[in-house]
């Protein structure tokens, strides 16, 4: 069984910022590509930046300049540092591993989310 928890949403004014975590446990052998998502009310969910095991990156266009991804292999766990907020980055955060389990399965998994608000 793969678990992801994530943590550090919460409530911040325009302009600040907040951190993401994502921890991963659980019967894997790999924890390849991991993926911030989000899901503002009443849209549809979409990549916001990604990371691979071995540093690349990826960013949305909306977010580029004010979002870091990053990783610490060793702990499984991925963050999301989120700068120069603004109200249209209020949403629902996911976060998603690929994993390859202990059983040779390779599938995506998700967290449970966690709300971003900005708003003052």
């Known amino acids: 069984q793969v678990q992801l928890v994530e943590s550090g949403g919460g409530l911040v004014q325009p302009g600040g910022s907040l951190r993401l975590s994502c921890s991963v446990s659980?019967?894997?052998?790999?924890?390849?590509?991991m993926g911030w998502y989000r899901q503002p009310p009443e849209q549809q969910r979409e990549l916001v930046a990604s990371?691979?095991?071995?540093?690349?990156?990826y960013y949305a266009d909306s977010v580029k300049g004010r979002f870091t991804v990053s990783r610490v292999n060793a702990k499984n766990t991925a963050y999301l540092q989120m700068n120069s907020l603004k109200p249209e980055d209020t949403a629902v955060y996911y976060c998603?591993?690929?994993?390859?389990?202990?059983?040779?399965?390779?599938?995506?998994?998700w967290g449970q989310g966690t709300q971003v608000t900005v708003s003052s």
């Open positions: 998603r591993g690929d994993v390859i389990t202990t059983r040779g399965y390779s599938s995506a998994y």
């Open positions: 659980g019967s894997i052998i790999s924890l390849n590509r």
């Open positions: 990371i691979t095991n071995d540093g690349g990156t």
